[in-house]
């Protein structure tokens, strides 16, 4: 390069960087999930069409797509990537294997400096996962040209397990949307993707050996408007249109497709409850035989009674022995989960094969008959080389040793503390934290859902390691897991809705330390950075953070309505109105609690410093 190029890029950067159209401290606290270090330097790094990549040869077939398509698709620059090592003196990316004990698997350290960009990693996800740390160094809105800022981030997860359950059983969910949710969730270093694929109302994959559980399991009636709660049951007679599933080579290429990503499926194949869809498919694994009068058409709505597989009848396993092989040899990840949870026993108790099986066995009840189901279904997941996870209900009865749990239920039940005390490997999928298909604002302004509010300041402040474990203990814990069932989402954009932005909050959760977070940091990330980011990308979300929560209350004695407003958020204004006009900043300014005159139509908005509403007006008569 000569010194009229040198000066000219010297130029450049400095225009970009102090002219505000880059800002390397904005960019240091707008990163998701936060890393474990960021140092700033002075100076910056010019990206521009004449910049090279270098890719190791051993991962540059998955990773030279992936940066191509990513660097285009953020920028618009269609930059040279080669194989090996780097050949350029300046301008240029490369990505290092290296052998260093500070980097965990997983872990990565990027340096930006004014002639390279360097990220260095121990295995292909480290290099995959310092790639997405660079994206998000990257001024958002970018189209050609432009100034990184120089820095060294030096990065490492918290867990090994930031994983997210996609349900697809109650609504199915098309292969190419699975391959997009990979794509963005992924970009936030999540990597184990657990898939959903059965319940009581769908069977979503092909298992050659028994082709009625798509054909007859993958589709039910249509119910569509009528609450998911009220729907009556479907009759032998009825048309059955909703549904589908996905062919195993369907399963292959989104397999395929998630592990360039650093994803690991997860199947999930839910049994002995939870199982209408597959008796209604094979109702010779039902309890009773002959002469009954339960319904053998796959669930259409919430109530799904008579959906728990016999337990006593050895034609029950042999049938699973079938289905869990193939799909052990279906997906490589070394987990199969089984489900294990809310199994309705009341069918157990007067079946004469269960209870033939609970005397020969001498078992005392139905949930160490239960017990008995697991443990016999583990032997049949271990024999193939697999490891079993399950719910936390598998804990009941005697348990499963050699298992995996995935304690869900707080409250009455403690798996949070019981798995990881009697020795089991836990996942923390907390419903109070984790279980986003709660809605995320006022129920009143929020899509159908549970009459459950679960707020992204909630899942982001969620702390997975209970402070009871000792050290030993909470050394069992694998990780954090956020779950999205598909009972209320019925399409795609009430899908991403529910998951974003509240999987960022649980991936900031699972992959950075305590020591790093800051709500009112990760909440301006999302307004000022990574919204743009999910528009860019054609994801939709939910700005349900920002939404105003009203709560009043009538004094009858003064005839006055008392009134408080709050927001999650830290650092925005409330505006208010009383005379049914939309508030902007010219409207009353909320400071504290006030008083109004009964039935006055409140509305309330919230405001950033440059006076935008940021969510969706709440309105309510004050009544």
Sequence with gaps: MNIYSKKTTLLFLLLLIFSGVINAQEIQNTFIPQPESVVLVSGGFKLDKDTQIFIPKKYNADLKPIVASKITNDTGLSLTIKSGRASASSNYIVFEKVKDASIDSEGYILEINTSKITIKATDYAGMFNGFQTLRQAIPI??????????????????????????????????????LKQIDVLSSYKINKFHWHLVDDQGWRIEIKKYPNLTKKGAWRADRTGIAWWSREPATAEEPKTVGGFYTQEEIKEVIAYAKTRNVEIIPEIDVPGHSKALVASYPELF???????????????????????????????????????????????????????????????????????????????????????????????????????????ILSGKGAKGATIMAWRRGKHTPELQAPREGYPTIMTSYLYSYISRVQGPTFMEPEGPNSVLPLSKVYNHEPIPSELTAEEASRVLGNQTCLWGEFTPTEEHFEYMLYPRTLASAEVSWSTPKVKNWERFQNALETDHFKRLERDEVNYAKSMFTVYPAFAIDQLNTEAIVFLKTETVGYTIYYTLDGSDPT????????????????????????????????????RLK
């Excluded at 981030?153 to 190419?176: C, E, M, Y």
């Excluded at 900043?585 to 309330?604: H, R, S, V």
Aim: charged letters at 25%.
């Design 141 to 178: 809105g970018t189209k050609g040209p432009t100034a990184i800022p120089n820095m060294t981030i030096t990065d490492n997860p918290r867990f090994h397990w930031r994983g997210v359950l996609l349900d697809v059983s109650r609504h199915f969910q098309t292969k190419a949307f699975i």
């Design 585 to 620: 900043t010219n409207a009353i300014k909320y400071e504290g609690d006030f008083k109004t005159t009964p039935k006055t139509l409140l509305k309330a908005g919230l405001f950033n410093e440059n006076g935008e509403l940021l969510s969706n007006i709440t309105e309510i």
């Design 287 to 393: 309890c009773f035989d002959g002469e009954t009068d339960a319904n053998f058409e796959v669930a259409v709505g919430g109530k799904a009674p008579d959906n728990a597989l016999c337990a006593g009848k050895e034609t029950t396993y042999a049938f699973l022995k079938n289905v869990i092989k193939e799909v052990a040899d279906l997906f490589p990840s070394k987990y199969i989960h089984i489900g294990g949870d809310e199994c309705n026993k009341g069918n157990w108790k007067k079946c004469p094969h269960c209870q033939k099986v609970k005397a020969e066995n001498n078992l005392k009840d139905e949930e160490e008959l239960q017990s008995h189901f697991i443990q016999k279904v583990n032997k049949i997941v271990t024999a193939q080389n697999k490891l079993m996870i399950g719910w936390d209900e």
